[in-house]
């Protein structure tokens, strides 16, 4: 303050007293947005007592980078600090919107190893109206779909437009951006199609309407919307069996229906969704058993998963009304028609876009299914009565034969490629040391889940060792030859059984792998061949199974070698 008691401040006093600049003191009252109360004779400005207030809301409002036009409105009272904020909040929103598209190009730009020539359409894409991007989608599905009669499944691909809300995230934008650049690509547009013709060729009765309560394609609603709920189907939605594909294709109404206001979802859909979370969990479960496809133990599963299918089936053109071939393979070709990476894509990324949650995947569960039905192309019963002979002299010698095989087993052998395709020996060991824990696990009543991980560590003689004594106990010393398990009852003889099958036939792997005598346990090797006709007899050998086909074993040639060609391998 001047000492000559006039309480002014001089501009370098303020400046003291706030801690803004000289400079920036003069610019804002050279812009009257803090006017000098009054000059000394020399000409220099004087501020009065309420300056540094004033001031403080200058470099307030400034900070939240409201303009000086504005502040200046403010500080004359031609317009509130509330009007303010309100109109400098909208623009920074806007500004805000911008900031996040140009970052989602750039995102985009640098995901996709885009070229610069890709730059401009992309920053147009992130620009379009809804109206536009609508039209993006609708143009594709008329041009993919042109000539194919099936009306529903138009419709339902045009409900489902890549609607971004009002504020989109980044992720949002490029998923948009990545749905604009797959809509061009021949191979998603061949896929829907493909779906579409099956969608044709597999509806009921063209142009008759459903009766109230009477049932209809699986997976289609009785409305005018996409699903149910008046919503497409979100991504890894479990196929609804009975549809050709929930994750494909959105269930859509035939063209004969008007209604515009979804009611509460059908008993048949209801049923459909049942159906499809039935099949996505007991195949997950199956899975992580470690339960292969083609094996006995996958019989009792599919035969759970037709019957409940089979209901769905009702409306569809000419439904398979038991478990049988028919059946099978309608539920098989369903399953085929709707594996189609492409359209599960297209789907992920217009929820993304939309905002929707991903329900859980299928595809682990479709896999196994779909390998189930082709090697289980009708049903059959497991003659249970024939694993009641199983010795266990026999099993504990099996045991014996290949722990001293792996125990020979050197550091440096462990990357030596083996007889299974794609294994070396430390992987072959690792799912042996997998097979007992399973067993071991089963027999206790709690099955492992944990097919993945690293069951070998650095000792693989101690790992294999540790598994073969708890699966000894467990066959021996719990009662499991003689008692069932699981909700289908399998025989713990045949599980046993099993194992001793992979036991020497992964015995037999490694033996020539390493270069070591193949002849494992004749006489258990003997038992275990008759045993693995009984099991795996009947199970055709097809693409993508676990057993190759059968290979003829060489005159004179020994019971380990002759299970091995049986299962597959060459023992030549």
Known sequence: MNEDGTGLLTIGELARLTGVPVKTIRSWSDQDLLPPAARTPAGYRLYGPDAPARLEIVRSLRELGIGLAAIRSVLHRTCTVAETAAQWADALDAQIRTLRLRSAVLRSVAARGSAAEELPYMTELARLSARERRLIITDFVEDALDGVDAPAYRSGLLAATPDLPDDPTPEQIGAWIELAALVREPELRTALRRLAEYSARTAGAAGEPDAPGESHAPGESQTGEPDAMGEPPAPGEPPAPGAPDATSEPPAPRETRTSTRPPDPSAQEQAVIRVA???????????????????????????????????????????????????RARLLEQLETAAEPVVERYWQLLCTVTGRPAPPRWDTAGTWTTAALRAHPRPYELDRSAFDGIDPEQVLRAYEAVTRGVAAVRPEDLALPTPCAGWTVRQLLDHMVWEN??????????????HTADHLGDDHRTAFADSVRAARTAFTGSGMLHRTYGPYEAPGAMIVQQVVVELLAHGWDLARATGAPTGLAPEAAEETLAAARRIYGAAPRTAGSSLAPERPAPPGAGATDRLAAFLGRDPA
């Not at 292969?292 to 009702?314: K, R």
């Not at 067993?439 to 099955?447: C, N, R, V, W």
């Open 277 to 327: 979370e039935l099949m996505r969990v007991r195949g997950e479960a199956a899975v992580a058993a470690g339960i292969a496809p083609d094996s006995p133990a996958a019989e009792p599963v599919l035969a759970e998963l037709v019957a409940a299918w089979l209901p769905t089936q009702t409306g569809t053109a000419d439904p398979p009304t038991e478990d049988g071939p028919a059946a």
């Open 437 to 450: 824990l399973m067993a071991t696990s089963i027999a206790e009543g709690a099955p492992r889940a944990d």
